[in-house]
C-alpha cells in the first residue's frame, strides 16, 4: 500500500494568510493525486486533480504541485469559507489511500 | 447534475452484517468506478473498495474478507455489505463516483460524494 503523509496536521492561519499544505507518499504516485476539502458534518470535495489540475468552480486561489512522493496544496490568500480539514488522496494504485488530515483553522 | 444518496440501517449489532445502498440520480451509472469510503468520528478517510459499471470489483485488502459490493443498474444503485462488525466499524459511510484512468486506478480522483450515512455498532 502506498502510505500518505500530510504535514502539518493542524495549522493556524489568519484570512488573507498564504497557506501551504504538503502531502508525502511513501512510494512514487506519479502524477495520480487529488487534494479534498471538508466542513463538519459534510463529505469531502474535490479541489485539484493529477496533482496540479483544479476541479470546475473551485477558486483560483487553490493551486497543487508536486509528482512523484512530494505534493503541495497552496491556498493563496485564505479566504473565511476556506476554513476546513483537507485531504490528499493517491488513486495511481490500490487500495486508494488518503493522507491524515490537515486542519486549518483561524488564528 | 447527478446525485448520490446513501441509505441504510443507523444501527446494527456487533457480529452482524452491515448493509447499505447508494442511489445514483441525475446521471448514468455506465462508464463510472463506484466506491464506498468510510471516516470514523473525529477520524480521516477510509477507502473500501470499488465496483466497476460492469461489476467488477477491488477491494482494500482490509476489509477484503468481510465487504462485498454489487450494482443493481436497472434500479441506479450501489450497494455495500460488511459482516461481522464490530464497534470499530461505526463510521460516516459514504459513496463516491470516479472516472476509471489508463495508467492510474482513477483519472480525476472522486469528483462527485454522497452526504454520507452514519452507522454505529452497538447492541
Known amino acids: 500500500d502506498i502510505q500518505m503523509t500530510q504535514s502539518p496536521s493542524t495549522l493556524s492561519a489568519s484570512v488573507g494568510d498564504r497557506v501551504i499544505i504538503t502531502c508525502r507518499a511513501s512510494?512514487?504516485?506519479?502524477?495520480?493525486l487529488a487534494w479534498y476539502q471538508q466542513k463538519p458534518g459534510k463529505a469531502p470535495n474535490l479541489l485539484i486533480y493529477k496533482a496540479s489540475n483544479l476541479e470546475s468552480g473551485v477558486p483560483s486561489r487553490f493551486s497543487g504541485s508536486g509528482s512523484g512522493t512530494e505534493f503541495t496544496l497552496t491556498i493563496s490568500s485564505l479566504q473565511p469559507d476556506d476554513f476546513a480539514t483537507y485531504y490528499c488522496?493517491?488513486?495511481?494504485?490500490?487500495?486508494?489511500?488518503f493522507g491524515g488530515g490537515t486542519k486549518v483553522e483561524i488564528k | 447534475q447527478v446525485h448520490l444518496q446513501e441509505s441504510g440501517p443507523g444501527l446494527v449489532k456487533p457480529s452482524e452484517t452491515l448493509s447499505l445502498t447508494c442511489t445514483v440520480s441525475?446521471?448514468?451509472?455506465?462508464?463510472?468506478?463506484w466506491s464506498w469510503i468510510r471516516q470514523p468520528a473525529g477520524k480521516g478517510l477510509e477507502w473500501i473498495g470499488r465496483i466497476s459499471a460492469t461489476g467488477g470489483t477491488t477491494y482494500n485488502p482490509s476489509f477484503e474478507s468481510r465487504v462485498t459490493m454489487s450494482l443493481d443498474t436497472s434500479n441506479h444503485q450501489l450497494s455495500l455489505k460488511l459482516s461481522s462488525v464490530t464497534a470499530a466499524d461505526s463510521a460516516v459511510y459514504y459513496c463516491s463516483r470516479g472516472v476509471p484512468g489508463t495508467g492510474a486506478a482513477f483519472y480525476y480522483g472522486m469528483d462527485v460524494w454522497g452526504q454520507g450515512t452514519t452507522v454505529v455498532v452497538s447492541s
Open positions: 512510494q512514487s504516485c506519479s502524477y495520480w
Open positions: 441525475g446521471g448514468s451509472i455506465s462508464n463510472y468506478h
Open positions: 488522496q493517491q488513486y495511481y494504485s490500490y487500495p486508494l489511500t
